[in-house]
């Protein structure tokens, strides 16, 4: 079709909401905000961080990084039909489908505005993941996520 397409949540950490911080609603319109589109060429990886603010007033920074995947076309190829209604014979050298990029997004949201880190953190995620590397990803993440971060200025 057109190559539009809508964002899904495919995997989340934690699973469950916790009670002071809840899962942002609608994340997925925000990770793509020009819409979730393929692509006939592989885009280079994307970072962005943008602030959130909540119903009270509380700031939540979303870590955005967008990489592009290969996917299979599930559409089957048409044949061309002559005046009659009919099919026309298939070319002898089958028409090969372009290939199309579908881009994926890792996002990261926090309370605390640390940019650089967020970039680290989504790459070392996104290397894993590329590289296929037999480390788990609920691991890294939980090994991320007990990392203590010192404040700026204060006390190591």
């Known amino acids: 079709g057109s190559g539009d397409g809508q964002g899904q949540i495919l995997q989340r950490f934690p699973e469950k909401d916790w009670e002071d911080n809840p899962f942002p609603q609608g994340i997925e319109l925000f990770c793509q905000p020009s819409g979730w589109q393929l692509f006939t060429e592989r885009n280079p990886p994307t970072f962005f961080v943008a ?22 076309s599930a559409q089957p190829q048409s044949h061309p039909k002559n005046g009659e209604g009919e099919e026309e014979e298939e070319p002898s050298s089958p028409v090969q489908p372009a290939q199309l990029f579908a881009p994926k997004s890792l996002v990261l949201v926090s ?29 890294v993440i939980g090994n991320l996520l007990t990392c203590i971060i010192p404040i700026t200025g204060g006390a190591q």
């Not at 602030?51 to 299979?72: G, K, M, P, Q």
């Open 111 to 139: 309370r605390l505005d640390h940019a650089e880190v967020f970039r680290n953190s989504l790459g070392l995620i996104y290397t894993i993941y590329v590289d296929g590397l037999s480390v788990s990803l609920e691991n």
């Open 51 to 72: 602030v959130l603010t909540d119903i009270n007033s509380e700031r939540h920074y979303c870590a955005c990084f967008t990489f592009w995947e290969a996917v299979e």
